[in-house]
């Protein structure tokens, strides 16, 4: 089945330090991708998203690239804040019949960012 | 702010209770999808309603059931409840069939 699998964690960073956390699917169809984040305490909110292979999503300074060859979409950003320290999500979605659609969602990564 | 609602923001009740979870989608947004976070499985997608009518079912199990009604808000029903039916409960809406889903604050339900 489809399925998503994020690096593990928890992610401690300094301040400024590039992050970058990986994510690898499956998937029978084409699926669209997602980042969201879940910050404490907090629903999740959409980050940013890719429909087809080599799109980039982009939001508040992070990025990451729909790559069929590798089936990834690793999130990357250049200087990290404190305020960025939260939980990251990768998902994806594959339309079904009649536009039936669930979200499938990789493990979650925790991110720390220290001042 | 997504723009979609979920009450109540908690809820602690007993092994063997009912509990109704209530979601408002965004305006404008047909389809209503149920979510479940917990610690040991994640997050699972449970249903998906569109405009009044399921159109996906996840792992949901048959004592949990859901709705949306005209007004296009959505209820979800877990009853016979267990200390593992503790977690947190998304609700998401899109404005298409197969748009992307902006999601809820969240219900946290806790089973004693």
């Known amino acids: 089945g489809d399925s998503v699998t994020q690096m593990e964690g928890p992610v401690t960073l300094s301040e400024e330090a590039f992050l970058t956390i990986n994510c690898t699917y499956t998937?029978?169809?084409?699926?669209?991708l997602f980042w969201y984040v879940q910050y404490p305490g907090e629903g999740l909110q959409l980050l940013l998203k890719a429909t087809k292979a080599d799109d980039k999503g982009s939001n508040k300074g992070f990025e990451a690239t729909y790559r069929k060859e590798t089936t990834s979409f690793h999130l990357e950003k250049g200087s990290v804040q404190v305020s960025d320290s939260a939980v990251y999500f990768c998902a994806l979605t594959i339309p079904g019949i009649q536009g039936a659609q669930k979200l499938v969602f990789g493990q979650g990564t925790r991110l720390t960012i220290n001042p | 702010d997504s723009g979609v609602t979920q009450t109540p923001k908690h809820l602690i009740t007993a092994t063997g209770q009912r509990v109704t979870l209530r979601c408002s989608p965004r305006s404008g947004d047909l389809s209503v999808y149920w979510y479940q976070q917990s610690l040991d499985q994640g997050l699972q997608f449970l249903i998906q309603?569109?405009?009044?009518?399921?159109?996906a079912k996840g792992n949901i199990l048959e004592r949990f059931s859901a709705q949306q009604f005209p007004d296009l808000h959505s209820e979800l029903n877990l009853s016979s409840l267990e200390l593992g039916d503790s977690a947190l409960y998304f609700c998401?809406?899109?404005?298409?069939?197969?748009?992307?889903?902006?999601f809820g604050p969240g219900t946290r339900l806790l089973v004693l």
């Open positions: 998937a029978t169809g084409y699926p669209s």
């Open positions: 998401a809406s899109s404005g298409r069939l197969a748009g992307t889903q902006y």
């Open positions: 309603y569109y405009n009044g009518e399921e159109r």
